[in-house]
């Protein structure tokens, strides 16, 4: 779904929302950055394989996730990043690594970390890596209606020597 098509779908829910327009970025951290937007409220989409079929885990850019978490969370055999030959079809029209966190509107379930649900608005990559939408995560709840679990955690981080 390109970014106006998001964008018509925010718009046809009475969605308000801001639009922001940054540098490239690659990252969700990077993003963040250039969008001056803490960590904690930019959302990152990583595209898992659940079982059999795929799945959007949404979490704070500055986290890391916990597969064995989200897998006891989900109640599934294995949960593990997919890759992107996997799942690259099914966003034909966004940039690998920028998909929006809207799985209902690609058949795919969407898991949200429970840090992320606490903020009341989040910033996401809307389908490229310059655009970025920030909007209240009441809306974001509303519309994908995600399942919010336990499963991020904070990257470890090297002792200095």
Same mark, same amino acid.
């Given at each position: ?15 308000? /929302? ?28 990583? +595209? ?57 509107? /690609?058949?795919?379930?969407? /898991? ?9 608005? +989040? ?9 970025? +939408? ?28």
């Amino acid at each position: 779904m390109p970014v106006t098509a998001l964008k018509e779908f925010l718009d046809a829910n009475g969605v308000k /929302y801001v639009t922001m327009t940054h540098s490239p970025a690659y990252t969700a951290n990077e993003v963040a950055a250039s969008a001056h937007v803490p960590g904690k409220e930019m959302a990152k989409t990583v +595209i898992v394989r659940v079982d059999d079929h795929l799945a959007m885990a949404v979490l704070p850019a500055s986290c890391m996730i916990s597969f064995d978490q989200l897998r006891n969370a989900i109640g599934v055999a294995h949960v593990t990043l997919a890759t992107e030959a996997e799942f690259r079809e099914r966003f034909p029209e966004c940039e690998v690594g920028a998909m929006p966190p809207f799985g209902n509107l /690609y058949g795919l379930d969407v /898991y949200v970390a429970d840090e992320l649900a606490e903020d009341t608005e +989040i910033v996401f990559n809307a389908g490229s890596h310059t655009e970025a +939408i920030r909007l209240a995560y009441a809306d974001f709840d509303r519309l994908v209606k995600p399942l919010t679990m336990t499963f991020a955690r904070e990257p470890v981080r090297p002792k200095p020597q």
